[in-house]
């Protein structure tokens, strides 16, 4: 009983944390916008979302980098004998990098 009851207030706290934060992101960026709406500023920036085709882009090929990276360290790990840790997080972090920077040459290509 006591196992479960530690595992329930560690799951609800992480809950209640990440609601708190993400509450808190937009409460935080509803203020700001009302503030600059009172003083007069221009909103367009905000509210057109011209970059959603660019976001979309960066987004997927993360993930797929990050899928490939996970490919990738389960093969070193069963052809290199790694740590199961190092093989997967390196091999993971190192192709969602890459795809990150593939992404941004992408990007600067096309915005010339």
Do not use: P
């Given at each position: 009983?006591?196992e479960?009851?530690?595992?329930?207030?560690?799951?609800?706290?992480?809950?209640?944390?990440?609601?708190?934060?993400?509450?808190m992101?937009?409460?935080?960026?509803?203020?700001?916008?009302?503030?600059?709406?009172?003083k007069?500023?221009?909103?367009?920036?905000?509210?057109?979302?011209?970059?959603?085709?660019?976001?979309?882009?960066?987004?997927?090929?993360?993930?797929?980098?990050?899928?490939i990276?996970?490919?990738?360290?389960?093969?070193?790990?069963?052809?290199?004998?790694?740590?199961?840790?190092?093989?997967?997080?390196?091999?993971?972090?190192?192709?969602?990098?890459?795809?990150?920077?593939?992404?941004?040459?992408?990007?600067?290509?096309?915005k010339?």
């Amino acid at each position: 009983m006591d196992e479960i009851f530690r595992d329930f207030l560690v799951t609800f706290t992480i809950v209640a944390a990440v609601f708190g934060m993400v509450y808190m992101h937009y409460i935080t960026r509803h203020r700001e916008r009302l503030s600059m709406m009172e003083k007069g500023l221009d909103l367009s920036g905000l509210l057109a979302g011209k970059h959603a085709r660019w976001t979309s882009l960066k987004y997927g090929m993360l993930l797929i980098g990050v899928a490939i990276g996970m490919l990738v360290g389960n093969i070193v790990y069963k052809q290199y004998d790694l740590s199961n840790i190092v093989s997967y997080l390196s091999m993971t972090l190192l192709c969602g990098g890459l795809s990150l920077v593939l992404y941004f040459i992408i990007e600067g290509k096309y915005k010339k």
